[in-house]
Each structure stands twice: as C-alpha cells, then as structure tokens.
C-alpha cells in the first residue's frame, strides 16, 4: 500500500488550502480514508473520515472548515480546509487501515500565520 500526501504550505489566517493523497496498491474503493494531524509538542489526532460508501466525519474543532472526499476514478483522497486558523498548523497524513494494518502517507505540512 502506498499513500502520497501533497497540497500543505503556508497560508494566511482565514486562507484555503486543498490536500491531496494519492493511493496505490489496494482497491481503493473498498477502503475508508482518514485525513489526520499532529501539531508541535502534540499527538497526532483525526481530522477526518470518508468511508468506502461516502459517509464522512469530521472533529469537532474542524466542522463547518473541512471537507473531505474521494475520487475512486483516480484513487485519492482531499481534504479541503478553509478559514484556516493558526491552529490548524501540523504536519497532515492521510491513513487507511489494510489487513489490520496502519498506512501513512509521508505527510505535507501545514503552517497558518496569525
């Protein structure tokens, strides 16, 4: 399974940004895709789910902001993140579990600036 993560940079407070993770190697429709982040000095948490049937969630702290969605013509997933604010800052990875296993994109970073 491979995941590429592209889209982060850096941005204004109140900007746009649009991640993109390529996947290869699983039949990606059949998958659920997660978009996660971890600040400096933090845990990684979850940002946001898709599952393979369209049904997506989303942390409370990124409601309203954030949407996810999939592609499963061209195997990927975005997340689009909008009124950005400072703590959104992080390096973002997106993730699929196969065969009980974690994958993780590299990760594509994200600075917002106050």
């Known amino acids: 399974v491979q995941l590429q993560a592209s889209g982060g940079g850096l941005v204004q407070s109140g900007g746009s940004l649009r991640l993109s993770c390529a996947v290869s190697?699983?039949?990606?429709?059949?998958?659920?895709m997660d978009w996660y982040r971890q600040a400096p000095g933090r845990q990684r948490e979850l940002v946001a789910t898709i599952t393979s049937d369209f049904n997506t969630n989303y942390a409370d702290s990124v409601k309203g902001r954030f949407i996810i969605s999939r592609d499963n013509f061209a195997d990927m997933v975005h997340l689009e993140m909008s009124s950005l604010k400072p703590e959104d800052t992080g390096d973002y990875y997106c993730?699929?579990?196969?065969?009980?296993?974690?994958?993780w994109g590299q990760g594509t970073q994200v600075t917002v600036s106050s």
């Open positions: 993730h699929t579990v196969h065969r009980g296993r974690d994958f």
């Open positions: 190697r699983i039949m990606f429709r059949s998958y659920d």
